[in-house]
């Protein structure tokens, strides 16, 4: 990436609270303020003028991966995370940058008025140095967004996926949606470490909200089956509904001796009797 002149770095300088007043104006008709407080945005935008402007005075002639960089590479990042946790777009991020350009054309193009060569040649630096920061903030954006989403896909599995005390020594899992490979995962280490914590002999997996059971669906639950009783406990599936009971038959499904109740009472009424109790009407 070619230095700027001189010349352009003296009027960024001079222009600096100009461009800004500008810029904020831009970035208030493009939309890319939304859910951000002004004070906020405006401290933002003078922030970033003095990191370019500090960038700029070095004649730097590196990269945008070069440690002249570093600053505004990390000002960036910070500010794609807090766009992406605000609830912001990449197009309402990247336009943080790219609303600038408009500003720096028209500061330009008064600088170098006798002087369309010059005028051009900055035009086009000024237009490829916004160009490599706008896109550096779209990808850092993109990461932060990912980010954010994989941690509440998560959240969302262990609220999806809660281990209910029954009875002493009785837990029941109530599984709602479908069952995958990442979802077992969670499963089984909620339920597990819940048995160690309670000591419960006996886990019962009501599968009532589960859609549909296939293959893949069948070996998931066999595998948390079989973490149970390697943990010394019980395991009762409910749920198993006629649609459900037929679907395994015709898949020519093996459950390996697991017992199956139609419903969640009929399951904890088992697990009572294997502890030796019984429940009775009081009078």
Same mark, same amino acid.
């Given at each position: $990436?070619?230095a700027?002149?001189q %010349?352009t770095?003296? =009027?960024?300088?001079?222009?600096?609270?100009?461009?800004?007043s500008?810029?904020l104006?831009s970035?208030? =008709?493009?939309?890319?303020? %939304?859910?951000i *407080?002004?004070e906020?945005?405006?401290l933002? =935008?003078?922030?970033?003028?003095?990191?370019?402007?500090?960038?700029?005075? *070095?004649g730097?002639?590196?990269s945008?991966?070069?440690?002249?960089?570093?600053d505004? !590479?990390l000002?960036?990042?910070?500010?794609?995370?807090?766009? @992406?946790l605000?609830?912001?777009?990449?197009?309402?991020?990247?336009s943080?940058?790219?609303?600038? *350009?408009?500003?720096?054309f028209?500061m330009?193009?008064?600088e170098?008025?006798?002087?369309?060569?010059?005028? =051009?040649?900055?035009?086009? #630096?000024?237009?490829?140095l916004?160009?490599a920061?706008? $896109?550096?903030t779209?990808?850092?954006?993109? *990461?932060?967004?990912e +980010?954010?989403?994989?941690r509440?896909?998560? #959240?969302?599995?262990e609220?999806?996926?809660?281990?209910?005390?029954?009875?002493?020594?009785?837990? @029941?899992?109530?599984?709602?949606?479908t069952?995958?490979?990442?979802?077992?995962q969670?499963? $089984? #280490?909620s339920?597990?470490?819940r048995?160690?914590?309670?000591?419960?002999?006996?886990?019962?997996?009501?599968?009532t909200?589960?859609p549909?059971?296939d293959t893949?669906?069948?070996?998931?639950l066999l595998?948390?089956? /079989?973490?149970? %009783?390697?943990?010394? @406990?019980d395991c009762?599936?409910?749920?198993v !509904?006629?649609q459900?009971?037929?679907t395994?038959?015709?898949?020519?499904l093996?459950l390996?001796g697991?017992?199956?109740k139609?419903?969640?009472?009929?399951a904890?009424?088992? +697990?009572l009797r294997?502890?030796?109790? /019984?429940?009775?009407? @009081?009078?």
């Amino acid at each position: $990436m070619a230095a700027l002149q001189q %010349r352009t770095v003296e =009027a960024l300088k001079k222009s600096q609270g100009g461009l800004t007043s500008k810029w904020l104006s831009s970035l208030e =008709a493009s939309g890319a303020t %939304r859910n951000i *407080k002004e004070e906020d945005l405006k401290l933002q =935008a003078g922030d970033f003028l003095r990191l370019v402007i500090s960038v700029a005075e *070095k004649g730097s002639h590196q990269s945008l991966g070069g440690s002249d960089w570093d600053d505004i !590479r990390l000002f960036l990042e910070k500010l794609s995370h807090s766009r @992406a946790l605000s609830g912001q777009d990449s197009q309402q991020t990247a336009s943080f940058i790219f609303s600038l *350009k408009g500003p720096l054309f028209a500061m330009l193009q008064s600088e170098y008025e006798d002087s369309p060569t010059l005028l =051009a040649e900055q035009v086009l #630096e000024i237009s490829e140095l916004l160009d490599a920061l706008g $896109m550096h903030t779209i990808r850092t954006f993109q *990461k932060s967004r990912e +980010a954010v989403i994989k941690r509440q896909q998560e #959240e969302l599995l262990e609220l999806s996926t809660p281990v209910v005390k029954l009875w002493d020594g009785v837990l @029941a899992l109530p599984m709602i949606g479908t069952l995958d490979s990442q979802r077992t995962q969670v499963v $089984m #280490e909620s339920l597990l470490q819940r048995i160690v914590d309670t000591g419960s002999e006996i886990a019962i997996i009501d599968i009532t909200g589960v859609p549909t059971v296939d293959t893949l669906v069948a070996q998931h639950l066999l595998k948390t089956v /079989t973490a149970i %009783r390697l943990m010394g @406990a019980d395991c009762i599936i409910s749920g198993v !509904r006629p649609q459900i009971a037929q679907t395994i038959v015709h898949l020519g499904l093996d459950l390996q001796g697991v017992v199956t109740k139609a419903n969640l009472a009929d399951a904890l009424a088992l +697990a009572l009797r294997r502890l030796g109790l /019984t429940v009775t009407k @009081a009078v």
